[in-house]
């Protein structure tokens, strides 16, 4: 009688449910493993999570790029890398989120080549016209004060004949004016083809930083477009009379 109460008492130091239903009793390696895969799975889902976010930023929101060549310098230098804000000049419908304005470093698809993409200065807006005299860029007649502008980079001085810009169309130039390809030789950028604003440089290290926008005096007057302007071969005949 005594001897099979003793076999169904646990042994000193053993923790029994039977002696508080109370308590718990824990497998500590079985709960460990059960641990360790839930913690995983969690890692693993806001790691998946993380990815997502960065995709969809990337795609609707700031998008790397890398400079080539040397057509923005001094601004810009040949393999650095900056972020392109796409939101900015986002358009729905009739809503805006922003406006291009003279002096912005965009991004924008090549016309001549959508495959390619090209980082410039917007100089001349819809409806202005846009001459070249001596290396001096003028605007509806008015000579733009371009702060960026090294001489260094400029001592060609060429003369570019007076262009009207068209509607939903921009004029856009390299701080390099002695080497860079850009509206004077190709035409003007499409406002569809306009897909960012170059607004931060990540790399290299020494120059990392917020770039700097053209800022002008004032004295360039805001362009008015009507429906009823001219083409541009209108608009260079009538000047040339």
Do not use: C
């Amino acid at each position: 009688m005594f001897e099979s109460r003793k076999k169904d008492q646990p042994a000193p130091g053993f923790v029994s449910p039977l002696d508080d239903r109370d308590i718990e009793v824990t497998k500590v390696r079985r709960e460990s493993r059960h641990g360790l895969l839930s913690e995983g799975l969690k890692l693993a889902r806001d790691i998946f999570l993380i990815v997502v976010v960065f995709i969809l930023f990337g795609v609707f929101f700031v998008q790397p790029v890398v400079v080539e060549g040397t057509s923005m310098l001094p601004q810009l230098h040949d393999g650095e890398r900056l972020l392109v804000n796409k939101l900015v000049y986002y358009r729905l419908q009739s809503v805006s989120w922003g406006h291009i304005d003279r002096g912005d470093i965009v991004v924008f698809w090549f016309p001549n080549d959508p495959d390619k993409s090209y980082v410039k200065r917007v100089i001349g807006l819809p409806g202005e016209t846009v001459e070249i005299r001596n290396g001096k860029v003028l605007i509806n007649g008015i000579e733009l004060n371009e702060d960026y502008i090294d001489t260094e980079y400029n001592q060609s001085l060429p003369s570019y004949p007076a262009r009207r810009v068209e509607d939903h169309h921009y004029f856009v130039m390299g701080d390099n004016r002695d080497n860079s390809s850009d509206s004077r030789y190709w035409g003007l950028v499409p406002e569809k083809y306009i897909y960012g604003k170059a607004f931060f440089r990540y790399w290299k290290p020494q120059n990392i930083g917020f770039l700097e926008h053209g800022r002008y005096n004032g004295d360039v007057p805001t362009p008015t477009p009507t429906p009823d302007q001219p083409d541009d071969d209108d608009y260079r005949a009538d000047q040339s009379r």
